[in-house]
Antibody, heavy 119, light 106 residues
């Protein structure tokens, strides 16, 4: 069974940093693109970032570019999202999701981890 | 930046057909997928590559995409289909989601 389990969310002050993790199981994660998608409270889905199966290619939404870094450790089946210079508008549930190809759909999603940016 | 536009809400009676649209410039030239999200739950992929259903998704879910509009169609809508639905496409290396449509079954 494919499972994605996020962790690392919490309350952080504006300007602070946080690293999210997503542990994959039930499939060979090194064969797949992986993504982060966020959802602010009561709002819609917003794509954040993606990373190629071997980590050699990444892309980011304009809203987070320069403040966020996606990475992965395939030996640990773990995806990361390092978030710096956090703003109130970064408050959201962050989901990791699996993608079959470079521009494919996201076929499995984790349960999400809540990041709250507030003083 | 590329935008996808969905109606905020759609209502349908049980057993009837629901259609949810997603509009974008030359959207027919891109693959569109659709996600279902129920309150408090993670999104679930219900349609990919315009009109394909993942394993486990009921046949009543179908999709089409042509011109500037993609459509998710739910035939014989059931109460369990009440949810938010999001379309998604790729613009170069960026994934774009529509704003979401709340489907009410009443």
């Amino acid at each position: 069974e494919v499972q994605l389990v996020e962790s690392g969310g919490g309350l952080v002050q504006p300007g602070g940093s946080l690293r999210l993790s997503c542990v994959a199981s039930g499939f060979t994660s090194s064969n797949f693109w992986m993504h982060w998608v966020r959802q602010a409270p009561g709002e819609g889905l917003v794509w954040v970032s993606r990373i190629f199966s071997d980590g050699s290619s990444t892309s980011y939404a304009d809203s987070v570019k320069g403040r966020v870094t996606i990475s992965r450790d395939n030996a640990k089946n773990t995806l990361y999202l390092q978030m710096n210079s956090l703003r109130a508008e970064d408050t959201a549930v962050y989901y990791c999701a699996r993608g079959l190809g470079a521009r494919s759909s996201l076929d499995y999603w984790g349960q999400g981890t809540l990041v709250t940016v507030s003083s | 930046s590329y935008e996808l536009t969905q109606p905020p809400s759609v209502s349908v009676s049980p057993g009837q057909t629901a259609s949810i649209t997603c509009s974008g410039d030359k959207l027919g030239n891109k693959y569109v997928c659709w996600y279902q999200q129920k309150p408090g739950q993670s999104p679930v992929l219900v349609i990919y590559e315009d009109n394909k259903r993942p394993s486990g998704i009921p046949e009543r879910f179908s999709g089409s995409n042509s011109g500037n509009t993609a459509t998710l169609t739910i035939s014989g809508t059931q109460a369990m289909d009440e949810a938010d639905y999001y379309c998604q496409a790729w613009d170069s290396t960026t994934a774009v989601f529509g704003g979401g449509t709340k489907l009410t079954v009443l």
